[in-house]
């Protein structure tokens, strides 16, 4: 699925529109407040609002009807010592990528973008060479691929949490349909395999 740049300035106006018209300063404090300690009860919000708890369940609700308040669960970046990176690509078939990429255990997530480039792809490995590994098996050698920029993310300012996929059901052949014993970057100790082959040698993912 392609989006021209109109259809995303429609979407920021959109969006900016929803916060002028439905998030007030009791939402925003609310926001700010979960945003500080996810784990704050709806009874302690109610004190330190001065409205009524049914109130903050409601706004609450309202929030995640409307996309401005989602929950979800991951891994500090820092704390468990994982690596992150950063690859921009130009190419004329961005919907290839987005649904190769959505089977791949390293992805995180992937940006339309403008400029030079119209993607940029973050993964998360628990080592380096294994991320290096991957996009040069995968993306580097691709033909779809016009251009592109391979960057490691030293290391975030802040605490960075992200959702991970931890991969209980391995199996032999990985989603990309290869076969790690087979691989001699595997082979040569220089990537830990893929996390979803039960020959990963990693611990987490």
């Known amino acids: 699925m392609y989006y021209k740049i109109e259809d995303i300035n429609e979407v ?98 992937v940006f339309l973008t403008s400029g030079r480039y119209n993607l940029t792809i973050l993964l998360i490995g628990e080592n380096i060479r294994s991320i290096m590994s991957c996009v040069d098996s995968h993306l580097r050698r691709n033909p779809l691929i016009r251009d592109m920029e391979f960057d490691l993310i030293v290391t975030p300012i802040r605490d960075f949490i992200v959702p991970i996929r931890i991969n209980l059901d391995k199996k032999i052949i990985t989603p990309c349909k290869s076969e790690c014993s087979n691989c001699t970057l595997y082979i040569s100790n220089r990537c830990l395999g893929c996390p979803a082959s039960i020959n990963y040698k990693g611990t987490l993912l």
């Not at 979800?72 to 990528?97: C, M, P, W, Y």
């Open 12 to 109: 920021i106006l959109g969006w900016q529109i929803f916060l002028m018209k439905e998030v007030d300063d009791v939402d925003k404090k609310i926001l700010s407040l979960l945003s500080q300690n996810p784990e704050i009860s709806q009874i302690e919000l109610s004190g330190r609002l001065r409205i009524s708890q049914p109130a903050v369940s409601a706004r609450i609700r309202k929030l995640k009807e409307k996309g401005a308040l989602a929950y979800f669960v991951g891994t500090s970046v820092k704390k468990a010592q994982l690596f992150l990176a950063r690859i921009d690509i130009a190419t004329n078939n961005a919907e290839h990528f987005v649904n190769f990429l959505d089977k791949c255990p390293l992805y995180l997530n």
